[in-house]
């Protein structure tokens, strides 16, 4: 499975972006995807999760309320949309994919994209 962000870019405080992972290779129908963020000098940090059937999705303190995790199993895609969008959430934002639900680190995550900037200025 191959899986590629796009969507990143540079927003003002208070914005909001939509970032999407397209995933090749296998359908991603039956597969948990999540995304995550790194930013300079921390770890990579997890934020949501969705599983399709049933539909279920999880997400962190840290940007619950202010994101949203779909997917869109016939285009094979999943997106994190975000809003009100602060410099602290400056980072590189990697999805991933996984066979086990629930997951809140980055162990378990079998396949990963190369991540896509998203720098916020205040």
């Known amino acids: 499975v191959q899986l590629v962000e796009s969507g990143g870019g540079t927003v003002q405080a208070g914005g909001s972006l939509r970032l999407s992972c397209a995933a090749s290779?296998?359908?991603?129908?039956?597969?948990?995807m999540g995304w995550f963020r790194q930013a300079p000098g921390k770890e990579r940090e997890f934020l949501a999760g969705i599983r399709w059937r049933p539909e279920s999705a999880w997400y962190e303190d840290s940007v619950l309320g202010r994101s949203t995790i779909s997917r869109d199993s016939a285009m094979n895609t999943a997106y994190l949309q975000m809003n009100d969008l602060k410099p602290e959430d400056t980072a590189i934002y990697y999805c991933?994919?996984?066979?086990?639900?629930?997951?809140?680190?980055?162990?378990?995550?079998?396949?990963w994209g190369q991540g896509t900037q998203v720098t916020v200025s205040s």
């Open positions: 290779g296998r359908s991603i129908g039956t597969a948990i």
């Open positions: 991933a994919a996984s066979e086990i639900y629930g997951l809140r680190t980055v162990h378990g995550w079998r396949y």
